[in-house]
């Protein structure tokens, strides 16, 4: 209880903060709108800060509407490579993870990871997080094949955190003998990269090890 209460405070001094940046970016919001036009893409940038705030509140809703904006902006953009396009398809994407529409999720992590690849060719490191995401999503439904099979093309994209011992999107995993391999490659990876910097302090190297988070 007393930790609750200490706690209590804080957590109303961040609900605080995020409420006057919402404010803050929602005037920006509108100041963009009226000076460039509701369609420009420094509009969209700003639907993606604002829509942010509002997932950070659990606000989902209206979270959803900014981005589903934002997106119809970067669509309209010259070219499928404009390169907010595959950002806020992520970020959508991560939106409907967090609401557990995973089903809405995928799609749009696929089309980001198409863009993605063209642009940067389809064994760039950049991919392996995407990779990882789909996967995430794959074991969430229950795919099993198609999770180890995304996780194996993470891994083959240079993909090294620590983060999936513990990613409860795996839980359905754990125990799998493909899934232990992996695992394995991953904490070998990592400690083949930690070893490149054997005089770093402790935590740093610790440090090292959380610094690649997928979402």
């Known amino acids: 209880t007393g930790v609750q209460t200490c706690a209590l405070p804080i957590l109303q001094r961040v609900r605080g903060r995020l409420r006057r940046a919402e404010r803050n970016y929602e ?3 509108k100041i963009r709108e009226a000076t460039f036009g509701a369609d420009h893409p ?3 940038t700003t639907l993606r800060e604002v ?16 981005y589903r ?35 809405d999720a995928e799609p749009l992590y696929q089309r980001a990871l198409a863009i993605r690849e063209k642009a940067l060719g ?26 180890l099979e995304l996780l194996r093309g993470a891994l083959d994209r240079g993909f090294a955190n620590e983060v999936i011992e513990d990613d409860a999107d795996f839980a359905a995993l754990r125990g799998d003998p493909e899934f232990d391999a992996i ?12 070893s490149e910097w054997p005089d770093w302090p402790q935590q740093t190297r610790q440090e090292l090890r959380a610094e690649n988070i997928a979402r």
């Open 183 to 194: 695992l394995v490659e991953v904490e070998k990876r990592l400690d083949r990269w930690i």
């Open 42 to 44: 420094l509009v969209a």
């Open 27 to 29: 005037r920006a919001l």
């Open 122 to 147: 389809s064994d760039h490191p950049r991919l392996a997080v995407v990779y990882y995401n789909l996967a995430g999503l794959a074991a969430l439904q229950g795919d099993r094949d198609g999770a």
């Open 69 to 103: 904006r934002a997106l119809e902006i970067a669509d309209a953009a010259p070219g499928p490579e404009y390169p907010q396009l595959p950002i806020v398809l992520t970020e959508l994407a991560n939106l409907y993870w967090h609401m557990g529409r995973y089903a």
């Open 51 to 66: 829509a942010s705030l509002h997932a950070a509140r659990q606000s989902y809703d209206r979270a959803e509407e900014l």
